[in-house]
């Protein structure tokens, strides 16, 4: 039965799997901190706004801003995680093909011409590939 | 074609658009309420912190008052101050009230803390930051049980003082008139210099807590002056 093809490591050619996870990181965490941080900020702040009595905003606000900070202690680690995991799979998703690629024009540049460069059908540049692949064929067409 | 015609009626623009800030600000401070009519209520806005007291304003042989009467109630009404303003420039704040009942909080087993934090009349002076939960407050109560004026921590927060203003309850009934230095009273109370600007004044006769009635009038607020040299 044929077996799927997974690739083993996935943390490959760190130089450029990193600057993609790190772009990646932040475009996901910058405006999401932003985004969040004002809307903290905002929703207290308008809140007491209109609660205006200050008795009144330390007793509803004060325990609901210490419960919203309990769960961003304990939330927040573990949604950093999932995040890096999340950068790590989309990085290694655009580096893989990248290194595969650099490794078999290597092979090609030494005068193979018979290979064949392999991708997934859902790796990027999939479309590069084949196109070099058409390139091979008709080179190895001509001789 | 000549264009100096434009100048002045910009000039103008310009320098009002400037001014219009110091200009409001002039205009708005002192700020005097007389509670003469209904329509003194206009600029108030009213702040439901556990059930509504009822504000209204009331006719009297002597004149018209704001009368809050609070049935196991707690709300305040409060101005909001459009242009803040330092209190070291205009420190002074005056009012009159009269108690006509206090909340009985003689019926109240614990000495101390939120359950007894019923005052028949406060008048708050509120110092309002971005971070609100810095904001300050002085709040001058009217209480017939504590001494006068003592200074203590409200029980929700040690951003707000409470200050004992009137203590007697031999004056139950009659008018009195405050006038206070907020500035001298921020830095008793606070112990340094305010940082923050005056954004707001509120009004409040809570009952809340002791499930009691409690009864006062208020008059002839008069915010953000100085005394005149």
């Known amino acids: ?143 | 074609m000549k264009r100096h015609f434009l100048i002045p009626p910009t000039l103008i623009l310009t320098v009002s658009f400037l001014l219009s800030p110091a200009i409001a600000f002039a205009f708005e401070l002192p700020k005097w309420f007389p509670f003469s009519s209904e329509r003194s209520l206009d600029e108030w806005e009213t702040k439901i912190c556990k059930c509504r007291v009822r504000f209204e304003v009331e006719k009297e042989k002597s004149g018209a008052s704001l009368h809050a009467l609070s049935f196991s109630s707690a709300s305040a009404i409060f101005y909001r101050i459009k242009e803040r303003y330092r209190v070291q420039d205009y420190p002074l704040l005056s009012w009159k009230w009269k108690v006509v009942r206090f909340p009985d909080k003689e019926k109240l087993k614990i000495r101390k803390g939120i359950e007894r934090d019923d005052y028949a009349a406060r008048v708050y002076v509120i110092f309002p930051s971005l971070n609100f939960l810095s904001s300050k407050v002085l709040e001058y109560v009217w209480d017939e049980l504590l001494p006068l004026e003592a200074i203590f921590n409200s029980p929700y927060s040690a951003n707000i003082k409470l200050i004992v203003i009137q203590t007697s309850a031999k004056e139950l009934g009659k008018w009195v008139t405050e006038e206070r230095n907020v500035l001298a009273d921020y830095r008793r109370a606070f112990g340094k210099e305010p940082m923050l600007k005056v954004g707001a004044v509120a009004l409040m006769s809570d009952a809340d807590n002791t499930a009691d009635i409690a009864e006062a009038y208020f008059d002839d607020i008069k915010i953000g002056y100085k005394k005149e040299r």
Not at chain 1, 9 to 15: D, L, M
Not at chain 1, 74 to 83: E, N, R, S
Request: glycine share 6%; with cysteine; net charge positive.
């Open chain 1, 1 to 143: 039965m044929h077996k799927p093809n997974r690739r083993r490591r996935y943390f490959i050619k760190s130089g450029l799997q990193t600057r993609y996870l790190r772009l990646i990181l932040t475009a996901i965490i910058l405006p999401a901190v932003l985004f969040g941080a004002c809307l903290y900020y905002l929703i207290f702040y308008l809140m007491a706004e209109q609660l205006g009595i200050p008795e009144s905003i330390a007793y509803n606000i004060t325990p609901v801003l210490g419960k919203i900070n309990l769960i961003l202690l304990f939330g927040l680690p573990v949604i950093a995680v999932a995040v890096l995991f999340w950068g790590l799979l989309i990085s290694h998703r655009i580096a893989g093909p990248v290194y595969r690629l650099e490794k078999e024009l290597d092979k090609i540049a030494k005068g193979d011409f018979s290979l064949r460069i392999k991708f997934r059908r859902k790796d990027e540049l999939a479309s590069v590939a084949a196109g070099i692949n058409k390139v091979l064929d008709k080179i190895e067409g001509k001789k």
